[in-house]
T-cell receptor, first 113, second 111 residues
Framework: NAGVTQTPKFQVLKTGQSMTLQCAQDMNHNSMYWYRQDPGMGLRLIYYSASEGTTDKGEVPNGYNVSRLNKREFSLRLESAAPSQTSVYFC????????????FGPGTRLTVL | GENVEQHPSTLSVQEGDSAVIKCTYSDSASNYFPWYKQELGKRPQLIIDIRSNVGEKKDQRIAVTLNKTAKHFSLHITETQPEDSAVYFCAARSRDDKIIFGKGTRLHILP
């Protein structure tokens, strides 16, 4: 099992450009999450999806959109990137309602110039 | 909205001593409380967790306690070692599977 995978690993954008961060898991998990982590900061929840077909806002959803493409995949889109979105983005997944471990992907380091 | 507060933000302890990190949560419906360790440049990794029907859990040198009435839970690391140096995060999971993290504690183990 690959666990949780994310692409790309690194990305540099100019202000105003758009991009989509991809996340996939092969653990048959229902719930998937997107977090951002700024230097020296904690993990802040952007959006989550408790099941296929549903998405909900987290703590910092402004400037982002998500798509739960199917049970395996959960993408994060920046429509018009801003320097304030420079961060490391982590995708995570877990079994819904199982009170079990949340598994994280390796992260995407995004810089917006 | 839901919130998780974590203290202290930085903690330095002498090797061999104990370290304690404390968290409080706001959503009384939260039912699962994991602790993660993150080393520089890596993803967070679960080190211990506790469910809302349990007051304490121990795994070798690591223990977690939960006080549901006070909405408070703590991580205890005994006999600290150099490899314990890292950033530690607490989190709380609500019944709709939303998982919120604290801001983290940077733990330094001094030789």
């Amino acid at each position: 099992n690959a666990g949780v995978t994310q692409t790309p690993k690194f990305q540099v954008l100019k202000t105003g450009q758009s991009m989509t961060l991809q996340c996939a898991q092969d653990m048959n998990h229902n719930s998937m999450y997107w977090y951002r982590q700024d230097p020296g900061m904690g993990l802040r929840l952007i959006y989550y999806s408790a099941s296929e077909g549903t998405t909900d806002k987290g703590e910092v959803p402004n400037g982002y959109n998500v798509s739960r493409l199917n049970k395996r995949e959960f993408s994060l889109r920046l429509e018009s990137a801003a320097p304030s979105q420079t961060s490391v983005y982590f995708c995570a997944s877990t079994l819904a309602g199982s009170l079990d471990e949340q598994f994280f992907g390796p992260g995407t380091r995004l810089t917006v110039l | 909205g839901e919130n998780v507060e974590q203290h202290p933000s930085t903690l330095s302890v002498q090797e061999g001593d104990s370290a304690v990190i404390k968290c409080t949560y706001s959503d009384s419906a939260s039912n699962y409380f994991p602790w993660y360790k993150q080393e520089l440049g890596k993803r967070p990794q679960l080190i211990i967790d506790i469910r809302s029907n349990v007051g304490e859990k121990k795994d070798q040198r690591i223990a977690v306690t939960l006080n549901k009435t006070a909405k408070h839970f703590s991580l205890h690391i005994t006999e600290t070692q150099p490899e314990d140096s890292a950033v530690y995060f607490c989190a709380a999971r609500s019944r709709d599977d939303k998982i919120i993290f604290g801001k983290g504690t940077r733990l330094h183990i001094l030789p």
